[in-house]
């Protein structure tokens, strides 16, 4: 990750009106599930990117004991007070893992949780502006008429006008 992606998450915020700590969180999860389904699901893993330089670090929480039974999820006190000289024992410890390559498919399951994200998002945004304007009168082109139901298209979305809706006699035409 690098500065060219944080221009492009900028560039995406201007273009869909998606703010950029949205699409940050998206590669932050997609990021989580590769790093999961290539190293290990049942470990406590976090992500962080940086807004600014585009650098991400991948993070696994272990919890500090005297016997370590799974060192996936376990660290003993003493490497815990290695890391945090104030670690006792039942304390979660943060250690970085960040792998020196995802790979490729660690990149296909990133991209395609960040295209769902941004599909979420802007479905979220829609929604936001339309919501409110529950019997209002808003402007739209009729796109196609399919039995008694009208389908109208309002710029960023389509409408659906169901027939009791519609005055009795008006007829519509594909473009009006």
């Known amino acids: 990750m690098s500065a060219e992606l944080i221009q492009a998450l900028e560039e995406l915020e201007k273009e ?7 699409l940050i969180d998206a590669i932050e999860s997609a990021l989580r599930t590769a790093y999961k389904k290539n190293f290990g699901s049942n470990q406590n893993v976090e992500v962080q990117m940086d807004g600014d330089t585009g650098v991400f670090t991948v993070f696994c929480r272990k919890t500090a004991i005297e016997d370590v039974l799974d060192d996936k999820i376990e660290i003993s006190r003493e490497h815990a007070q290695d890391i945090n000289a104030d670690a006792q024992i039942g304390d979660e410890v943060e250690i970085e893992v960040t792998p020196g390559n995802f790979g490729r498919i660690a990149a296909q399951t990133a991209k395609q949780v960040v295209i769902q994200r941004l599909r979420e998002a802007e479905r979220n945004i829609i929604f936001e502006e339309y919501v409110n304007r529950e019997g209002e009168i808003v402007a739209g082109t ?3 008429t399919e039995q008694r139901v009208i389908i109208i298209n309002l710029g960023q979305t389509e409408a659906i006008m169901v027939h009791q809706d519609q005055i009795p006699g008006e007829t519509f035409a594909q473009g009006q």
């Open 16 to 22: 869909r009106g998606i703010p950029k700590d949205v």
């Open 142 to 144: 009729v796109q196609r």
